[in-house]
């Protein structure tokens, strides 16, 4: 008997004996693909400053890791759970800190979606099945936009593709050790991005009661019950470890007026999300006006998505539209024929399951997307697997029946109808228009003439109906390939839109490319004018003090976190960081006059600085600079002793 070799071993890039010799092959490629749109000029993107902010402090000490803080003191965490930065907090630790190291687990992570995502629909519909869905999701501008950058939306998709594969094992094998683990990468899921993680739980636990092959409902509930328990232990098991740590011990939790991590996820980042309002929570300033203003100002330029009102079509046309409805008509087509064609199989059908898994995410996704009142363009990377896979299994389903009259029909009219509704997402200031209309055209044309002359015939040759349908395959992506090229060429992240105008172009990517080349080096130099062990500068929100630590990993006091709203730091800790000399500068708005008390303390306490730019306008705000005494710190902590001490 032959031994295998080890070398032999080490050829990963040959298929499992139970897959065809092509597919290990063809997906590695479709991987490399993917990683090189996503890692396409890695070392100059645009990254999300607040979130680079809080990896790079993260990186700096292992309580600031733990917890999540978002400046190198650990006063603030950041204003979300921090799953996804303890990733590259990690990275930044292991490699220092450079741009490409803080992208670099994105790139990873959507790499391995796209494997994943091959397995999960191999599983049901063969090789060629997963091959088309990992295509489809590869080529796909949102999700190589989203994994260009920093967020955290790309370990959320990567787990929730995962606990997804892991139900699909179950409901194929009724293995419940399976559905456990599809538990288990959906708590995980939630460190990454909170509530959005459950979202789609009633999809992947839904088809497990419906077609697991055990034969008694309840043993099936007992099943999805034991699955709902370990997902809640392992969500809640982050926030319950915080909540046990004395506040003195911890950053203040950002998002809450409370100090509670429990109000940040399921408040600030849960009914916030929904409400007309926010949420008023007690023990909050109100916001000042340059950071009202600073949120107007950005929506009036078009900046982000966030300004686009909730609405069941906003999906489907202007940037959203051209993030994610580029393969729109297939997966609404193929879910439907799947549905339809499966109808009377037994209930534990695999492919009807698997269809009923992904439609049922792309539906809850697509509802919460169009009824949320927040929502910026990356967030649809989320509807991209589920798109994806429905398409790769109608795909390789069509495929298996392309002798059909049926079948040819349908992606005939699905052709027409994709590529009419395509063309019309392309905007007419795209520079390459007349390329993409062109080239998908006539690709188009010549599927349908094919295919529709494979109709006019009463036997047609399988050649010609596997040439009409390998380009309709070709005319069904051909879009969404174009978008994605687009994206890549003009070096866009995670903000931005596919055929966005130059306007936008230069305020998302091109101004704070200046503000690294030009104001870093200058942050650089400001911050290290003092001792490491004092704030280079105290300014109210977390969002206006990111950029400057992300630049320098020195501490720029942050007050009232991203919103600028939250007690924290407290006043009278604020007060002992200048008594004792931590805190010497500090910028604040005199009009309209700032409702933080930290802020109105320094305006009331602290010397005007005179010399340089010490009072300047920012958002229609008077903003001025300040200097704080020693003397006067410790003359305040004084006062405050004896009041407490009377009181």
């Known amino acids: 008997m032959r031994v295998p070799s080890r070398l032999g071993q080490l050829r990963f890039w040959r298929s499992p004996a139970d897959q065809p010799r092509w597919a290990r092959p063809a997906l590695l490629a479709v991987a490399a693909l993917a990683s090189a749109g996503y890692a396409w000029g890695i070392g100059n993107v645009a990254l999300e400053p607040f979130y680079g902010a809080a990896a790079r402090s993260m990186s700096m000490s292992w309580h600031n890791f733990i917890f999540g803080a978002f400046d190198p003191w650990g006063t603030i965490s950041v204003d979300k759970l921090p799953g996804a930065l303890w990733v590259q907090a990690l990275f930044l630790r292991i490699f220092g800190f450079h741009l490409w190291v803080i992208v670099l687990p994105q790139v990873i992570e959507g790499a391995l979606t796209v494997l994943v995502l091959d397995r999960a629909v191999r599983r049901v519909a063969g090789a060629g099945a997963g091959l088309a869905a990992a295509f489809v999701l590869a080529v796909s501008p949102v999700t190589i936009l989203l994994n260009r950058g920093n967020i955290s939306d790309s370990l959320l998709i990567l787990l929730l593709v995962l606990a997804a594969d892991a139900t699909t094992k179950a409901f194929m094998t009724g293995r419940v050790g399976s559905l456990l683990m599809a538990g288990v990468w959906v708590g995980l899921a939630f460190q990454a991005k909170m509530l ?120 489907l046309h202007g940037p959203f539209g051209r993030d994610d409805a580029w393969v729109v008509i297939p997966s609404v087509v193929a879910a439907a024929a799947l549905l339809i064609a499966r109808r009377r199989r037994p209930r534990t059908d695999a492919l009807r399951a698997a269809a009923l898994l992904w439609s049922g995410w792309a539906v809850l996704t697509w509802v919460f997307f169009s009824e949320g009142r927040y929502l910026n363009s990356y967030y649809l990377a989320a509807l991209i697997p589920a798109l994806a896979a429905v398409c790769g299994l109608g795909g390789a389903t069509a495929w298996r029946h392309r002798e059909a009259v049926a079948t040819r029909l349908v992606v005939l009219l699905t052709v027409v109808a994709s590529t009419v509704y395509t063309l019309a997402l392309v905007p007419a200031t795209a520079g390459v228009r007349a390329w993409i209309i062109a080239s998908v055209v006539i690709v188009a044309v010549l599927a349908v003439g094919i295919l529709g002359a494979s109709l006019r015939r009463r036997r047609a040759s399988l050649w010609t109906i596997t040439c009409g349908l390998a380009l309709a395959a070709v005319a069904l992506v051909s879009s969404s390939a174009w978008a994605s090229g687009s994206v890549v060429v003009a070096g866009l992240g995670p903000f931005d839109t596919p055929y966005q105008s130059p306007g936008i172009t230069y305020l998302s990517q091109g101004l704070p490319t200046y503000n690294r080349a030009v104001n870093w080096p200058l942050l650089v130099r400001f911050a290290h004018a003092s001792p490491p062990s004092v704030a280079a500068d105290v300014l109210e929100s977390s969002y206006f003090a990111s950029d400057d630590i992300f630049a320098t990993g020195r501490e720029f006091l942050p007050v009232g976190g991203f919103t600028g709203q939250v007690p924290a730091p407290s006043l009278p800790q604020f007060i002992d960081y200048v008594a004792t000399g931590r805190v010497v500068a500090a910028t604040g708005a005199v009009a309209p006059r700032s409702h933080n008390p930290v802020i109105i303390w320094v305006i009331e306490h602290c010397a005007k600085q005179t010399e340089g730019n010490a009072m300047f306008t920012f958002q229609g705000t008077t903003m001025q600079r300040y200097h704080c005494t020693r003397a006067v710190g410790l003359k305040a902590e004084r006062t405050g002793r004896a009041e407490r001490a009377a009181s």
């Open 196 to 315: 959005q993680a459950w979202l789609v739980v009633p999809a992947l636990f839904g088809v497990y009661l419906i077609a697991a092959p055990a034969a008694a409902l309840l043993r099936r509930l007992g099943h999805v019950a034991l699955a709902i328990v370990v997902m809640v232990l392992v969500s809640v098991s982050f926030m319950t470890a915080v909540s046990a740590v004395p506040a003195h011990d911890r950053p203040y939790v950002d998002g809450s007026c409370d100090n509670s991590i429990f109000s940040q996820v399921f408040v600030y980042n849960g009914l916030d999300r929904f409400a007309a309002t926010r949420v008023h929570q007690q023990g909050c300033s109100p916001p000042s006006h340059f950071l009202v203003e600073a949120g107007k100002i950005g929506a009036a330029l078009g900046l982000g998505t966030a300004s686009i009102p909730p609405g069941w079509g906003r999906l």
